[in-house]
T-cell receptor
């Protein structure tokens, strides 16, 4: 079984709709992240959470919100989707212990906003 | 402002030869660098990393070189294999922060 899972894997929605992307992990990591990937722009950080009570904005948080329901679950919401939020979204986890941080990624969710 | 740059969007190499992927950065506070590999329809997977106190780290066919004065790192794959065909992302983290800054990626194609 995959350590980091994302649902759904693919989603097509319309402008103005609310959508939630979910991430679950079985690695027991405290830290979780949401990224989006766009062609030519690499991966950009949307939000991150270091524990259940900690939520932080990344470099492109506008138009997104997150919820850390438990150590293992981190959801990303688009309150009112717009076409330029069409992208590949990745969840990641890490187990930072005071040293260099390595992140482990889920398989991604391809979101299309029409 | 792109702090981590991969100026070559694609690279094509013959099987058995060396693949060299390059990455430049602008932030002198970066102290840790990583390479990730991504296949289609999968998430990025960690490949190899290097701390700023080193100039080389090797793991099997993969070697990462760091030139701090030039703010440049490179990933060498020797020998290249068709299964190495993927997108490679360079990433960096800054001292006392816990976030990774990713480059734009280089698509490597290894042909027979």
């Amino acid at each position: 079984d995959a350590d980091v899972t994302q649902t759904p894997r693919n989603r097509i929605t319309k402008t103005g709709k609310r959508i939630m992307l979910e991430c679950s992990q079985t690695k027991g990591h405290d830290r979780m992240y949401w990224y989006r990937q766009d062609p030519g722009l690499g991966l950009r950080l949307i939000y991150y959470s270091f524990d259940v009570k900690d939520i932080n904005k990344g470099e492109i948080s506008d138009g997104y919100s997150v919820s850390r329901q438990a150590q293992a679950k981190f959801s990303l919401s688009l309150e009112s989707a717009i076409p330029n939020q069409t992208a590949l979204y990745f969840c990641a986890t890490s187990d930072y212990q005071g040293g260099p941080d390595t992140q482990y990624f889920g398989p991604g969710t391809r979101l299309t906003v029409l | 402002d792109q702090q981590v740059k991969q100026n070559s969007p694609s690279l094509s190499v013959q099987e058995g030869r060396i693949s060299i992927l390059n990455c430049d950065y602008t932030n002198s506070m970066f102290d840790y660098f990583l390479w990730y590999k991504k296949y289609p329809a999968e998430g990025p997977t960690f490949l190899i990393s290097i701390s700023s106190i080193k100039d080389k780290n090797e793991d099997g066919r993969f070697t990462v070189f760091l030139n701090k004065s030039a703010k440049h790192l490179s990933l060498h794959i020797v020998p290249s294999q068709p299964g190495d065909s993927a997108v490679y992302f360079c990433a960096a983290s800054e001292v006392d922060t816990d976030k990774l800054i990713f480059g734009t990626g280089t698509r490597l194609q290894v042909f027979p």
